[in-house]
């Protein structure tokens, strides 16, 4: 009987958890513990992975000002993924710990040598979020005035991808001979330099740290636009994406596979996971109840809002919240995510596109019921769209311990039960665990 079974993986970032709710806890999780936790009960559930967002700055977009996103503790505060997914690693065996290091942020060099590093750290479980950044306040903090154009930040990632798998492959396979009888640590001929020198980057090399249990980390990406999807074509492992729907779904995986196939890849290394943001409950309507109650929330239609003004630099606090919006807007930003969020001619108010789909910044399609109904769902979606995989999440990524085990204790045993998902490891190595199948 064929393998129907789908990947699973976890989108989160390193700020307050649901510090405002009954359920939350407290907002104060900068030791890492509460995370840990999380990632532990990630691997308890089988997950591939657990990924962690970023953004390198103070949103201040909606309403002009940052006053509103620190109040909401929307986007900011925001700690480093990178010691996270090492703490994160280090407390689990078999989970993958992926972090989100922007290409506009990093020296070559320097995200070569973290990434190795974490890599050996986690025994091979570590992947890259592989980003260009979107915002000018981003661009700010390192040495820009304005972000370059998406065209220009893409030519740029094309050519760092370049680099830093020349320095990933700068140290050959056997180059650690650690023979002590004879005093030799490594082999000085295995070892060089790269002396890459081209448009944006001059890069001398060699790296200066041994070969990672996978060489390089897995690569993740999530391009929305031609040519961002032409990027993650090339380069990923994993890709990920917020889609219109099964059949939004299906054809962008499609796409996807039939770019990769241009370019000379096989598209089955490729795994293309869809955000998701399941809403579970005891029975049906009450899961529609706890939705309708959080999706209508004035607090939640703010935090929504702050979060979309801030990736795609436009000021929504401009716009009156119940009427639609009075043209179609683009952005230098994150235009894929503007365009999923904006639904442009269908007719909604603002405070309706704020809470379509859970947010509709995040989700690729309804998921609402007792966590048989969502797992039945998904099988069903995961069937018409041919495979690969959920990236499970939050409209505004921020978690409860609760939500975490409805997942990992509700819905993920369902899943399970109908052969969708994985039950045991395996692989050492995250990109075997995720060619599996
Ligand atoms: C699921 C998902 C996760 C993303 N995570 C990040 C992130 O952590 N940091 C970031 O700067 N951009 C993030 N992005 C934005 C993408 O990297 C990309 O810029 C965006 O999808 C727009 O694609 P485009 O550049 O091709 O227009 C994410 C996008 C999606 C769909």
Same mark, same amino acid.
């Given at each position: 009987m064929a393998d129907k079974r789908f990947h699973l993986a976890w989108f989160m970032n390193f700020t307050p958890d649901e /510090?405002?709710?009954?359920?939350?806890?407290?907002?104060?999780p900068w030791d890492g513990q509460f995370y840990i936790e999380m990632a532990q009960s990630m691997e308890r559930a089988c997950f591939d992975l657990i990924m962690i967002e970023d953004k390198l700055m103070v949103p201040e977009t909606y309403g002009a000002s940052r006053d509103l996103s620190l109040k909401h503790a929307m986007m900011v505060p925001k700690a480093d993924p990178a010691p996270l997914a090492v703490a994160m690693g280090m407390a689990t065996k078999h989970l993958g710990v992926v972090a989100t290091m922007s290409t506009m942020a990093y020296p070559p060099f320097m995200l070569a040598r973290l990434s190795s590093t974490i890599d050996s750290l986690t025994k091979g479980r570590f992947g890259w979020n592989v980003v260009t950044s979107a915002e000018d306040l981003m661009a700010k903090n390192f040495g820009m005035d304005q972000l370059p154009p998406r065209e220009d930040r893409y030519a740029m990632a094309d050519e760092y991808m370049e680099v830093v798998g020349k320095l990933f492959e700068s /140290?050959?396979?056997?180059?650690?001979?650690?023979?002590r009888k004879n005093g030799i640590y490594a082999d000085g001929s295995k070892v060089h330099t790269v002396d890459h020198e081209g448009r944006f980057y001059k890069v001398r090399g060699p790296l200066n740290t041994v070969p990672s249990p996978q060489r390089r980390p897995v690569y993740l990406q999530a391009g929305a636009s031609p040519r961002g999807r032409d990027f993650a074509a090339q380069h990923a492992d994993a890709i990920v994406s917020v889609a219109n729907g099964v059949e939004g779904m299906k054809a962008f995986r499609a796409d996807i596979r039939a770019r990769a196939e241009k370019l000379g890849r096989n598209p089955d290394d490729i795994k293309v996971f869809f955000c998701i943001c399941p809403s579970l409950g005891e029975t049906e309507a009450e899961a529609r109840a706890r939705y309708d109650n959080v999706t209508m929330s004035d607090n939640f239609v703010t935090d929504v809002l702050i979060s979309i003004s801030a990736i795609?630099?436009?000021?929504?606090?401009?716009?009156?919240?119940?009427?639609?919006?009075p043209s179609k807007l683009v952005t230098n930003g994150e235009s894929g995510t503007l365009d999923k969020f904006q639904q442009w001619g269908s007719g909604k108010t603002l405070r309706q596109l704020a809470a379509a789909g859970g947010g509709g910044l995040v989700s690729s399609m309804e998921l609402i019921g007792t966590p048989a109904q969502v797992a039945e769902k998904m099988g069903e979606a995961m069937a018409e769209v041919g495979g690969d995989g959920f990236l499970i999440t939050t409209p505004v990524l921020r978690v409860s311990r609760r939500y975490i085990t409805e997942i990992c204790d509700g819905l993920v045993p369902e899943l399970q039960a109908r052969g969708l998902v994985r039950t045991e490891y395996k692989h050492q190595l995250l990109r075997d665990n995720l060619r599996e199948f």
């Open positions: /510090w405002r709710e009954p359920f939350g806890q407290g907002g104060n /140290w050959e396979p056997d180059a650690v001979v650690l023979d795609t630099e436009i000021d929504f606090s401009q716009y009156d919240l119940d009427k639609p919006l």
